[in-house]
Structure formats: structure tokens, C-alpha cells
């Protein structure tokens, strides 16, 4: 089955530590994003990226970062420096750039501080 | 800059027409979309109309575009508690070398049975 997967469901980060969450997907998609979620703010960008080895920052970039090394994966660490990572991050992908830019998400991740 | 907004609830009885609404602000947006989001999952991609065009008709849904009110409504005929989800209007812009979506708020749909 094609689809975006998302891992782990549920992560919880300790104080100062780094967490690192999982996305690929099998779609061949050339780009792909990471948004956050929190209640009653809908979905903010954190990052994206258009082509392998090259990504953009979104909105709220600040305390996260990317990589992508292989068009297939897309992972995001948040950082020490987030302070307030608690929220639902989710993942997506979309073919090709252009105006009709559909864009397929993941289930999410739902990230917690201990 | 570009906003999306969207009213935060809207609860109607089964068997009932729910209207959600969506204003936005960026008259180049090229494409408007209407995802559907159920509890602890990530969004769905319900439908979507192009710019040049005031209605679109996908079985229960109808989606009405007004371009200059910049006004996006979302109807769903004959509401049933499976559609009790969260429900989010985005709008595609072109933004030099790429393009973004942005998502409104979203609308919460209580459906009663």
C-alpha cells in the first residue's frame, strides 16, 4: 500500500533532550513538510522540502531542524531549544510543484513532555 | 499575509445539512481545499475546486466558491455521525519558487444523533 508513514505515535521528550520523528513515504513525491498542531490554531509550517538536499524553513522553524538525504524520508528533531515542543506534528507529501498542490498527510505524531 | 479563517463549532442532528464556512484572503489563491480531520489522525483530502470555478459537486458534498467575497463554504447533505470530525479549508499560493498551502483554524463538526 502507498502511504506516508509516521513513527513513533506517541513520543514523550525529557528536559533538554532531543527527539527525532520518523516520516516516509512511498509515493515518489518530491516534496514533503512538517506541520504543527495544537488546539485552536490549525496547522502551522515548520518546515519543507522540495527536492532532495534542499529544504526551506516555514513559520515557525525555531528549535527544530531537517534533513533530506533520500526523496523517500524526511525526518524532524525538536530540539532542546523548543520549549514547548508539546503538540501533534504531522507529515506530509505532495508530487510536484505547481498551483494544485494536494498534499497527502501522515497519521501524526503526538509528542509530550516529561 | 495571507489568513484563513474558519468558525470553531458547528453541531447539527443526523440526517441534517451541515454548512461550514472558510473566508481567506489571498485573491491569487489558485486552488481551494477542504480537508477532513477524525480524532488523533491526520488530515484528509475531501475535495477541491479550482479558482475559476463557483461550484463543485462530489456525491453529499457541495463545495461553493464566491471569489469576490473570497468566501469557501463546504456543505454536507444528509450528515451523518460518522462525519463528526474536525474539518479544515486551505488555500494554495504561489510564493516565488513554491508554492504553500494554508490551512484555516479548522471547524469542529458535532454530529447528534
Known amino acids: 500500500d502507498g502511504g506516508i508513514t509516521q513513527s513513533p505515535k506517541y513520543l514523550f521528550r525529557k528536559e533538554g533532550q532531543n527527539v527525532t520523528l520518523s516520516c516516509e513515504q512511498n509515493l515518489n513525491h518530491d516534496a514533503m513538510y512538517w506541520y504543527r498542531q495544537d488546539p485552536g490554531q490549525g496547522l502551522r509550517l515548520i518546515y519543507y522540502s522540495q527536492i532532495v538536499n534542499d529544504f526551506q524553513k516555514g513559520d515557525i522553524a525555531e528549535g527544530y531542524s531537517v534533513s533530506r538525504e533520500k526523496k523517500e524520508s524526511f525526518p524532524l528533531t525538536v530540539t532542546s531549544a523548543q520549549k514547548n515542543p508539546t503538540a501533534f506534528y504531522l507529515c506530509?507529501?505532495?508530487?510536484?510543484?505547481?498551483?494544485?498542490?494536494?498534499?497527502?498527510f501522515g497519521a501524526g505524531t503526538r509528542l509530550s513532555v516529561l | 499575509g495571507e489568513d484563513v479563517e474558519q468558525s470553531l463549532f458547528l453541531s447539527v442532528r443526523e440526517g441534517d445539512s451541515s454548512v461550514i464556512n472558510c473566508t481567506y484572503t489571498?485573491?491569487?489563491?489558485?486552488?481551494l481545499y477542504w480537508y477532513k480531520q477524525e480524532p488523533g489522525a491526520g488530515l484528509q483530502l475531501l475535495t477541491y475546486?479550482?479558482?475559476?470555478?463557483d461550484m463543485k459537486q462530489d456525491q453529499r458534498l457541495t463545495v461553493l466558491l464566491n471569489k469576490k467575497d473570497k468566501h469557501l463554504s463546504l456543505r454536507i447533505a444528509d450528515t451523518q455521525t460518522g462525519d463528526s470530525a474536525i474539518y479544515f479549508c486551505?488555500?494554495?499560493?504561489?510564493?516565488?519558487?513554491?508554492?504553500?498551502?494554508?490551512f484555516g483554524t479548522g471547524t469542529l463538526l458535532a454530529v447528534q444523533p
Open positions: 506530509a507529501s505532495s508530487p510536484a510543484r505547481g498551483p494544485k498542490n494536494i498534499q497527502y
Open positions: 489571498d485573491s491569487s489563491s489558485t486552488y
Open positions: 475546486i479550482f479558482s475559476n470555478m
Open positions: 486551505a488555500e494554495s499560493t504561489l510564493g516565488g519558487a513554491t508554492n504553500k498551502l494554508i
